[in-house]
Antibody, heavy 119, light 111 residues
Framework: EVQLVESGGGLVQPGGSLRLSCAASGFTFSSYSMNWVRQAPGKGLEWVSYISSSSSTIYYADSVKGRFTISRDNAKNSLYLQMNSLRDEDTAVYYC????????????WGQGTLVTVSS | QSVLTQPPSVSAAPGQKVTISCSGSSSNIGNNYVSWYQQLPGTAPKLLIYENNKRPSGIPDRFSGSKSGTSATLGITGLQTGDEADYYCGTWDSSLSVYWVFGGGTKLTVL
């Protein structure tokens, strides 16, 4: 069974940093690209970042470019999101999602971890 | 506002059919596959439709997808109260860089 479990969320002050993790199991993690997607309270889904299976290709949404860094450790079956210079508008539930092979969609999602940026 | 345009809400009675539209452009829907996601209250999104019209294993055939030009449509027949959820369309966009874009979401109410 495919499982994605996010962790690392919490309360942080504006300008602070946080590192999210996503532990993957039930599939060959090193074969799949991954995404981070967030959802602000009461709002819709917003894609944050993409990383290919080998980390050779990385994309970011304009709203986080230069502040967030996506990475992965295939040996540890883990995906990460380093978030720096956090702003109020980064407050959201952050989901990691597996990119389906050749499908261009995210076929499995974690349960999410809440990040709250507030003073 | 979202790159992809969806109606904020739709409603229909149990047993009826509903469609949800998703409008984009040539840089996204026009040249890429569309996927649809269902988000039940308080839960993570779940893949409903991929590659415009394919259903993952376990998704009932009451759910269908189609695409024409720069628009896509999600159809749900035989509505059930358990279908009440937010529905999102998504696709890749390659206008200036590469982005994954979503619609703003549609709240389905089963009256």
């Amino acid at each position: 069974e495919v499982q994605l479990v996010e962790s690392g969320g919490g309360l942080v002050q504006p300008g602070g940093s946080l590192r999210l993790s996503c532990a993957a199991s039930g599939f060959t993690f090193s074969s799949y690209s991954m995404n981070w997607v967030r959802q602000a309270p009461g709002k819709g889904l917003e894609w944050v970042s993409y990383i290919s299976s080998s980390s050779s290709t990385i994309y970011y949404a304009d709203s986080v470019k230069g502040r967030f860094t996506i990475s992965r450790d295939n040996a540890k079956n883990s995906l990460y999101l380093q978030m720096n210079s956090l702003r109020d508008e980064d407050t959201a539930v952050y989901y990691c999602a597996r990119q389906g092979l050749g499908t261009g969609c995210s076929d499995y999602w974690g349960q999410g971890t809440l990040v709250t940026v507030s003073s | 506002q979202s790159v992809l345009t969806q109606p904020p809400s739709v409603s229909a009675a149990p047993g009826q059919k509903v469609t949800i539209s998703c409008s984009g452009s040539s840089s996204n829907i026009g040249n890429n596959y569309v996927s649809w996601y269902q988000q039940l209250p308080g839960t993570a999104p779940k893949l409903l439709i991929y590659e415009n019209n394919k259903r993952p294993s376990g998704i009932p055939d009451r759910f269908s997808g189609s695409k024409s030009g720069t628009s896509a449509t999600l159809g749900i027949t035989g509505l059930q109260t358990g279908d009440e959820a937010d529905y999102y369309c998504g696709t890749w966009d390659s206008s200036l860089s590469v982005y994954w874009v979503f619609g703003g979401g549609t709240k389905l109410t089963v009256l």
